[in-house]
């Protein structure tokens, strides 16, 4: 039996007929990490006690879990009780959780068996990885590119089966550009169908976490977990989670799929472009009633959401200040009054992104700029859901791409922010609108790395989007086995 070949669903299975033990399947996974990490720079720690909670697993009654001894991989800027978890930043280098995020608690209670954590970018701000202080990952596809960002480390732990699922987050697009660019499936859900509690926090009104996996039924099965209201964080809702892997569904005949207008007036790289056509012919032979919908406001999405993204981090991040946790300068350097303390701590411990977003943030919100930094923002914020909403009177998705282009190699825009930004075009409107958004596998490009194409449901639609995936999964030209790594 190869763990490599089977879904989520058939490895649980195996692991209940007792054909592969709990112990045997993480000691499968960790020897890959061994192997191959030290290439990708996929994870940051190792859970020691991995094994040891395999073995428990393995005395236990299996029958009453659905991801039973499954391995997986978390982005490191979840909470895991005594796992280190430092949001790829100096500051939290440190630092150990005293309690697990709801998200891990729930994979947990399935029987997850948490491998370590993922690489990212720091704080979760980038769209490469290079901005983790631990060093860029790696693409598996072609180490000379980047794997996107910020969930790079569970975008290339996935594609390169060093887990059986991983888990990332996404405030502008961090689940779903990593995912195109190293052939994933990446979901994120709408805005308050998984808990935030226990993530650290970036953009509060942006943030959700999701699962990055080798296919949509995964997708489907790891989303039913890890949803459902949580007490401990307010924006959760009390909808009830459907069973999204059960009602998967092939059948997608006359279902009304939007093709979003401005991805097709120029711009994309040829490589996205061809992809996006053959997208549309694939759903078209699939019975979708295909055509073109407008959210004239696109253009304005990623400066909105860089002001209102980076608005919330400036406050969010205020908490790091060296006195009750994470990293302090030392005694020496840390000067005489309580200022200079906190400016030499903060100096020190975050990276240079992270300063520019607190900076940027700091200017929106102060007295005087704010009504015509941020709150204008959150106005134009409204109008984007506006239109999305007027676009789902007609149509039941949206099809995009997820990113203008592939991958980029390592270093080719990290010297220059705006051009890096630009990555998220396609990405932001989704969470400024707070709904749900999926990354399909769909092509290659010329010289050989995966392409997503993206798909936008209405909120709490996770089904459809789900069930649209399908069919673009089902005439998919990327095939899971990743030749470069593998
Ligand atoms: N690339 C975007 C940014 O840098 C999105 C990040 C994210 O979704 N966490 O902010």
């Known amino acids: 039996m190869d763990p490599l070949k089977l879904s989520l669903f058939e490895l649980n299975k195996a692991v209940q007929q007792k054909k592969i033990s709990c112990l045997e399947l993480t000691e499968f996974f960790l020897k890959r990490i061994e192997k191959l990490n030290p290439q990708l720079n996929a994870y940051l720690a190792m859970n020691l006690k991995a094994k040891e909670q395999a073995k428990e697993l393995d005395q236990k009654d299996l029958s009453q879990f659905k991801l039973a001894?499954?391995?997986?991989?978390?982005?490191?800027?979840?909470?895991?009780?005594?796992?280190?978890?430092?949001?790829?930043?100096?500051?939290?280098?440190?630092?150990?959780?005293?309690?697990?995020?709801?998200?891990?608690k729930k994979l947990k209670k399935q029987g997850v068996v948490i491998l370590g954590k993922?690489?990212?970018?720091?704080?979760?701000?980038?769209?490469?990885?290079?901005?983790?202080?631990?060093?860029?990952?790696?693409?598996?596809?072609?180490?000379?590119?980047?794997?996107?960002?910020?969930?790079?480390?569970?975008?290339?732990?996935q594609s390169a089966k060093l887990a059986a699922a991983t888990i990332g987050t996404d405030t502008g697009g961090s689940i779903r550009q990593p995912a195109s660019f190293c052939g994933v499936v990446g979901l994120k859900p709408t805005y308050g169908r998984v808990s935030r509690y226990g993530i650290i926090a970036f953009a509060s009104s942006l943030d959700q976490a999701g699962p990055l996996t080798a296919n949509i039924e995964d997708a489907a099965l790891m989303l039913e977990v890890i949803a459902g209201h949580d007490p401990m964080d307010a924006t959760t809702s009390q909808k009830k989670v459907p069973e999204f892997s059960k009602n998967l569904t092939r059948d997608i005949k006359g279902l009304k799929v939007g093709i979003l207008a401005e991805a097709l007036q120029g711009g994309l790289h040829p490589d996205v472009e061809k992809s996006l056509q053959s997208g549309i012919?694939?759903?078209?032979?699939?019975?979708?009633?295909?055509?073109?919908?407008?959210?004239?406001?696109?253009?304005?999405s990623i400066s909105v959401y860089y002001l209102i993204a980076a608005s919330e981090a400036s406050s969010n991040l205020a908490r790091y200040d060296g006195v009750r946790f994470g990293y302090r300068a030392p005694m020496n350097e840390s000067g005489s009054t309580l200022d200079e303390f906190y400016s030499k701590t903060r100096g020190q411990?975050?990276?240079?992104?992270?300063?520019?977003?607190?900076?940027?943030?700091?200017?929106?919100?102060?007295s005087g700029y704010i009504q015509a930094y941020y709150e204008k923002a959150c106005r134009v914020r409204r109008l984007v859901l506006n239109q999305y909403n007027e676009a789902f009177k007609k149509c039941d998705v949206i099809l995009s791409p997820v990113s203008a282009n592939p991958a980029f190699k390592i270093e080719e825009k990290i010297s220059d922010p705006l051009q890096m930004y630009l990555n998220d075009l396609f990405t932001t409107s989704t969470n400024l609108a707070g709904l749900p958004g999926l990354s399909v596998p769909f092509s290659l490009s010329q010289n050989k790395l995966p392409i997503g194409l993206?798909?936008?449901?209405?909120?709490?639609?996770?089904?459809?989007?789900?069930?649209v995936g399908l069919a673009l999964e089902r005439n998919s030209l990327v095939k899971t086995e990743n030749p470069h790594v593998i």
């Open 69 to 104: 001894g499954l391995p997986m991989g978390i982005k490191d800027m979840l909470c895991t009780k005594d796992l280190k978890t430092t949001a790829a930043s100096k500051i939290l280098e440190n630092f150990i959780p005293p309690y697990d995020a709801t998200l891990v």
């Open 118 to 157: 993922l690489n990212q970018d720091e704080f979760a701000m980038g769209s490469s990885n290079e901005n983790s202080y631990f060093g860029a990952v790696k693409n598996p596809w072609n180490l000379e590119f980047v794997p996107g960002g910020s969930s790079g480390g569970s975008a290339a732990a």
């Open 281 to 300: 012919e694939a759903l078209k032979k699939e019975g979708a009633e295909i055509f073109e919908v407008s959210l004239p406001l696109l253009k304005h």
């Open 349 to 366: 411990g975050f990276g240079k992104e992270v300063k520019r977003r607190i900076m940027m943030g700091t200017y929106c919100l102060s």
């Open 454 to 467: 993206q798909l936008t449901a209405k909120a709490f639609d996770e089904q459809t989007l789900l069930n």
